[in-house]
């Protein structure tokens, strides 16, 4: 007998087992998945920390303020060329 043809059989026999058997082999394919995009999340979330901590620069008010009206004004500039 073939393996196949006895999991078939087995299968006829037995069909809550055989839907358990499926309903688990989902479950496994859904975590490993789960734990690829999680590693994935992490391995993204410590490139983010790791820039948000290595590029902090403390300035005064009056620089960041002075920093602001120059990013709105090049924002304006850009706004309005592509209105044109």
């Not at 073939?2 to 309903?23: I, S």
């Not at 999340?41 to 300035?59: R, Y």
Request: proline share 2%; hydrophobic share 40%.
């Amino acid at each position: 007998m073939y393996p196949d043809l006895a999991v078939q059989e087995f299968g006829e026999q037995n069909p809550l087992l055989c839907k358990q058997l499926g309903d688990a082999k989902q479950a496994e394919r859904q975590v490993e998945e789960y734990q690829g995009m999680k590693a994935f999340i992490l391995s993204w979330t410590k490139k983010a920390e790791a820039l948000v901590t290595g590029n902090i620069i403390w300035s005064s008010a009056s620089q960041l303020q002075e920093q602001i009206r120059a990013h709105q004004v090049s924002f304006n500039g850009a706004a309005s060329r592509d209105c044109e």
